[in-house]
């Protein structure tokens, strides 16, 4: 992978999976991975009919995300979990998290995860410190250069750091070579479009909001990067070829049914409702590690009531 453009149509963020000791389960960590590269070998039962009906559709796969709860995972854990991605990496590329608020610790996963085979690297706008434009561009000329040619993705989730990167501030970054692609999730779809209209040839814009992906490839997204994803892929896959195929109305039907499963993975802090979702479709456990506790009672019947149409269909 060495250009921007195999960053394209749909990307998961992927989850890590956890034992009930809160270990990296590796064994669920495969199957996962399986599931989403489509190549899940068969078992028998309906959840495995599920499975079936549901898996493969992912063009690349992110890593140590959000979603992946990156934050709490631990230095050599992070080399266990590139090494254990890249080698169960179903020919599919492989975008590792790499993002920190300490650039020298920014630099430093990034060589690590290059050294060991990441295709790319995801890097979040540093959080707490609220730097400066001066600051984002200083922190990912750094970045850029201990990639070593791998492209980076910028990530933008203001929610999450408590800074936005706005247009004029992105314009800068663009300039840097080995920034390729933004991961967008402000939430804002004027600034999504915006940062579209002024989009430099060669480079990708990414949706980084399911619930938004389909709007943002209207103003000029080339794919997503989701949450979604990890349960229902093919069908997300489907809902992004209709869009890209002008097929408007198949792209519609898809996106709403989806949406009601894409809004109960957001009722509490991602990934507490995709874990709970993992146990009702048998593709992990429901495993978190602190300060993230499992879903409450109302988000499970939530997540079980959209879940029963998709569940069903397998039957």
Same mark, same amino acid.
Not at 292 to 315: D, G, N
């Given at each position: 992978m060495t250009t921007s453009a195999d960053l394209r149509g749909l990307g998961v963020a992927v989850a890590t999976p956890f034992d009930a000791a809160g270990k990296v389960d590796y064994a669920a960590f495969e199957g996962l991975l399986e599931f989403l590269a489509g190549?899940?070998?068969a078992r028998a039962g309906a959840l495995d009919d599920f499975r079936k009906r549901e898996a493969g559709g992912c063009d690349f796969l992110v890593i140590l995300g959000s979603t992946g709860e990156a934050a709490t995972i631990e230095p050599a854990e992070r080399r266990a979990i590139v090494e254990f991605a890249v080698a169960h990496s179903h020919g599919l590329p492989i *975008?590792?998290?790499?993002?920190? %608020?300490?650039? /020298?610790?920014?630099?430093?996963?990034?060589a690590e995860a290059v050294s060991q085979g990441a295709d790319a690297v995801l890097v979040v706008t540093p959080f707490y410190n609220k730097p400066s434009p001066d600051g984002l561009v200083a922190h990912y000329t750094a970045v850029a250069e201990a990639a070593a040619g791998r492209p980076v993705v910028v990530y933008n989730v203001p929610g999450r750091t408590g800074l936005n990167l706005t247009p004029a501030a992105l314009a800068r970054l663009w300039k840097i070579p080995g920034i390729d692609a933004l991961k967008e999730s402000s939430g804002n779809l004027a600034q999504i479009g915006e940062i579209a209209r002024t989009l430099?040839?060669?480079? *990708?814009? $990414?949706? @980084? =909001? =399911?619930?938004?992906?389909l709007p943002a490839l209207a103003v000029?997204?080339? @794919? $997503?990067?989701?949450? *979604?994803? %990890?349960?229902?892929?093919?069908?997300?896959?489907?809902?992004?070829e209709a869009? &890209? /195929?002008g097929n408007r109305e198949e792209s519609i039907r898809i996106h709403q049914s989806l949406l009601p499963v894409m809004d109960a993975l957001f009722l509490e802090s991602n990934p507490i409702p995709l874990k709970?979702? &993992?146990?009702?479709?048998a593709l992990a456990a429901d495993a978190l590690r602190l300060p $993230?506790?499992?879903?409450?009672?109302?988000?499970?019947?939530?997540?079980?009531? *959209?879940?029963?149409? &998709?569940?069903? /269909?397998?039957?």
């Open positions: 190549t899940s070998t *975008v590792i998290g790499t993002g920190s %608020n300490s650039t /020298a610790q920014a630099v430093r996963y990034t430099p040839e060669g480079k *990708v814009l $990414l949706s @980084g =909001d =399911d619930a938004l992906a000029g997204a080339s @794919g $997503l990067i989701s949450v *979604v994803g %990890n349960i229902l892929p093919r069908r997300t896959k489907a809902m992004l869009a &890209f /195929a709970a979702a &993992f146990s009702l479709t $993230l506790c499992p879903a409450s009672q109302a988000t499970r019947a939530s997540l079980a009531k *959209v879940l029963v149409p &998709f569940l069903e /269909a397998a039957k």
